[in-house]
């Protein structure tokens, strides 16, 4: 039974909250030389960031918020005893074991070698309702930076910030619908937005511990830093000719007596458990359904095959729902996880590559870095979270990197009265960039702005 | 492949903790041995364990080789034997005041056994689906990146 907490909205960053609809996005990113020019930075936005509270009818022509990393905090020389409060996954930097960020995918090439992830002090996310709206919100907040002296990184090659646009349709750049499969938060008295089973707000906020959930920091810290949330950073290549070249010639092995379009398109929909309008595989498993094309409470309990929707598709893999869970990560239960994010690049079709960088700027948003990002990068890497994987626990997520060592690439599509289809996969992805940071409540933000 | 644990906890060496160590290791057998062996099948993720004593009590070592993600690793084993690693981190220097405190926090559990587990020397595999990197420290396997599940499905087939 989840309490009903008076959550102040206002307080907590919209980002969290919130989906944004805006068309285009930024994300600066900054170095400061000082504490005195991060923290004047950080008064300066916090006269600009956007709470959760509601907007009324009109949407802002341009919405800001504030990120940290731990390298942020400690360049604002805090105590001691705020440092020591934070759990040791959000301090370190992003672990490439627990990511499998390897080969092209190692924080070695991060942010196209043009800064460290260490670099990065602050992130601030700004979306517009246009270009013109965006530019000059950038553009106000890089006049703040220049008269502070603070550096911004600019990982593009072209010596850009990372810029996303949004596709038409909320469709990311493999063709699929995104922004669907989000949890539904009850965020205390004030209930809960979606559909589906509702969860914990304690998943994402710091400073509510109960006795289920009680992420760090905890106690005075965590007082001080109520209201906030973790943000993983992560930004991700996609490679569309790859991916349509592999639904091109993978298609006819999965479903030869379809014709070509409807093949490609199942296979598209096996990989990834939904069809390409959104529509849930394990609801509509022979054909894409625009009237379920929102679908978000469903489980998996009427597929105990996989002849729907396959044991490694990518949203089974990460929300496995109604499916029965091995005996070490059962307690624990299904990490939750928040997920904004923008497509950056312009649209391509077709199998052969045009040379442009293209993919998403993702963000995801827990209380625990520990116990939901990572656990969850980890079942992507491989597949070893439920029974269902006993026979062979080192299948993987077709979105997972394939380059590694120990993997089964083989993408098994149990077909019902048939042999099951077996696919290899291939790398579509590639990590360009992942950082660690705190979305601090606003009370936060301006505690931080101050001198010690 | 799979992980090394060397959980490593200098002991307190008070009159008291001495006495609590006895007992630990007189009753371990009977009391302590069936339900660590218990948890340890259900979890189907360790290959090996054992807990040894140092010296005259001046350390104890929990050294396992195990599959998968540390944290998920850890948590498991909070959850299954909390009542063990409490009297054994009771006994360790360094372990807070409020050993119920330290059980009961997944966070807290977590880093007090990163902080006490000591890194093998030599340099891990990397490029790994099971999450190793160099850093690790070097740790032999004959099975290269089989699990417990594999050996287990094969010599169950």
Same mark, same amino acid.
């Given at each position: ?8 909205? +206002? ?63 400690? #360049? ?7 440092? %020591?409060?934070?759990?040791? +996954? ?6 490439? $074991? ?24 602050? &992130? =601030? ?40 646009? #949004? ?71 996609? %490679? ?8 091109? +010639? ?17 296979? #598209?929909?096996?990989?990834? $458990?939904?069809? @390409? ?19 978000? +409470? ?6 105990? @095959? ?6 490694? &598709? ?73 029974? =269902? ?10 979105? &997972? ?13 149990? @077909? ?18 992942? #950082? ?17 | ?157």
């Amino acid at each position: 039974m989840l309490d009903d907490v008076d959550l102040e909205l +206002d307080n907590i960053q919209g980002l969290l909250v919130r989906g944004y609809t805006h068309s285009c996005s930024c994300h600066i990113l900054v170095n400061a030389p000082t504490a005195d020019a991060l923290r004047k930075l950080l008064a300066y936005l916090r006269l600009h960031v956007v709470g959760a509270g509601d907007w009324g009818d009109e949407k802002p022509a341009s919405v800001l918020n504030v990120s940290l990393t731990f390298a942020g905090l400690q #360049a604002l020389q805090l105590s001691t005893a705020v440092y %020591d409060a934070f759990p040791s +996954d959000f301090k370190e930097l992003p672990d490439q $074991g627990r990511t499998g960020d390897f080969n092209d995918s190692a924080p070695e090439f991060w942010w196209q070698g043009r800064f460290k992830t260490s670099d990065i002090h602050a &992130a =601030v996310p700004i979306y517009g309702v246009d270009e013109a709206a965006l530019t000059d919100r950038c553009d106000k907040l890089r006049q703040e930076l220049s008269r502070l002296n603070i550096r911004e990184l600019r990982p593009m090659g072209n010596g850009d910030a990372l810029q996303g646009r #949004a596709l038409p349709e909320h469709r990311v750049h493999f063709g699929y619908r995104d922004g669907i499969s989000q949890p539904n938060v009850r965020w205390g008295k004030h209930g809960a937005f979606g559909k589906g089973p509702e969860v914990d707000f304690r998943n994402f906020l710091i400073g509510y511990p109960s006795s289920e959930l009680h992420p760090w920091p905890i106690g005075g810290i965590g007082d001080v830093f109520r209201d906030s949330s973790y943000l993983v950073l992560r930004w991700i290549g996609q %490679d569309v000719a790859t991916f349509n070249r592999y639904l091109d +010639d993978n298609c006819a092995a999965l479903a030869p007596e379809l014709p070509r379009d409807e093949a490609r398109e199942l296979l #598209a929909a096996k990989l990834i $458990g939904r069809w @390409r309008d959104g529509s849930p595989l394990v609801l509509s498993p022979t054909h894409s359904d625009p009237s379920l094309e929102d679908a978000n +409470d469903f489980n998996y309990s009427a597929d105990p @095959r996989g002849e729907s929707c396959p044991f490694s &598709a990518h949203i089974r893999v990460m929300n496995p729902r109604g499916q029965e869970l091995s005996p070490h990560v059962k307690k624990e239960g299904i990490p939750q996880i928040i997920r904004r994010g923008m497509p950056f690049g312009p649209e391509m079709e077709g199998s052969t590559d045009d040379g442009r960088s293209r993919g998403i700027i993702g963000m995801f948003l827990c209380s625990s870095i520990r116990s939901q990002f990572y656990t969850l990068a980890s079942w992507m890497k491989r597949n070893d979270f439920s029974p =269902v994987f006993d026979a062979n626990p080192h299948f993987q997520d077709p979105l &997972a990197n394939h380059k590694l060592t120990g993997v089964d690439t083989r993408f098994v599509i149990p @077909r019902a009265g048939q042999t099951d289809c077996i696919v290899t996969l291939q790398d579509f992805t590639v990590t360009l960039g992942t #950082a660690f940071l705190i979305l601090p409540g606003i009370k936060t933000l301006e505690f931080l702005s101050q001198s010690p | 492949m799979a992980h090394a644990l060397n959980l490593t906890l200098k002991l307190k060496q008070d009159a008291e903790t001495k006495k609590k160590l006895g007992e630990f290791a007189k009753s371990f057998a009977t009391k302590v041995q069936p339900l660590i062996d218990a948890a340890l099948r259900k979890s189907k993720i360790v290959h090996f364990a054992r807990v040894v004593v140092i010296g005259d009590g001046e350390y104890l070592q929990v050294l396992t080789e195990y599959d998968g993600d540390k944290f998920g690793y850890t948590e498991f084993f909070r959850q299954e034997l909390p009542q063990i690693f409490g009297a054994v981190f009771s006994m360790a220097e360094g372990a807070p005041a409020d050993i119920n405190a330290l059980i009961n926090d997944k966070d807290a559990f977590f880093e007090f056994a990163k902080k006490t587990d000591v890194k093998c020397v030599g340099e891990g595999k990397e490029n790994n689906s099971d999450g190793s990197t160099k850093d690790d420290g070097y740790l032999f396997s004959a099975y290269d990146f089989r699990t417990v599940k594999d050996n287990l499905a094969k010599i169950n087939a």
